[in-house]
């Protein structure tokens, strides 16, 4: 990130086979989701986050690519066992603005990183938190709190 961030999140995660609900479709759906993120509170003209989803059952049908365009907010809480980042803000599908909140947690355990939540509001919800390699979220911040 360049400058001293204060609190922030850096994503580079990827999750196979998740039940997903996109909205106007009928139950769940299985896919892969590819998350990035670069977030810091003090520089959020320049943060960016994404969101890849992959449709393993009827590729291409439903797949899409989130761009955040405007991220409003990033707040960092000391949990007991890391740091849970939640990212707020606008972005961008199939040329659609949507409202989104994504909720990235770090955690000193091996093997319990997650994406607590990542909803795109009147779009996306993954449904749940979606575990990813330990090491994929770095969250910045949380150690000052």
Do not use: W
Not at 82 to 97: H, P
Request: one cysteine or more; a positive charge.
């Amino acid at each position: 990130m360049g400058i001293l961030c204060p609190c922030g999140v850096s994503v580079n995660a990827f999750s196979k086979k998740n039940r997903v609900e996109l909205r106007g479709k009928c139950g769940t759906i299985r896919g892969d989701l590819t998350y990035l993120a670069d977030v810091c509170v003090t520089t959020l003209g320049k943060s960016t986050l994404s969101l890849k989803f992959v449709d393993t059952g009827r590729p291409s049908v439903n797949d899409f690519l989130f761009t955040a365009n405007d991220i409003t907010s990033v707040v960092c809480q000391k949990e007991k066992l890391g740091c849970s980042v939640t990212v707020r803000g606008t972005g961008i599908v199939n040329g659609k603005q949507y409202p989104f909140t994504a909720v990235f947690e770090d955690h000193v355990f091996p093997g319990h990183d997650s994406v607590r939540s990542f909803v795109i509001t009147g779009f996306f919800d993954q449904n749940g938190a979606v575990f990813v390699p330990q090491g994929s979220i770095t969250a910045i911040g949380c150690q000052q709190l």
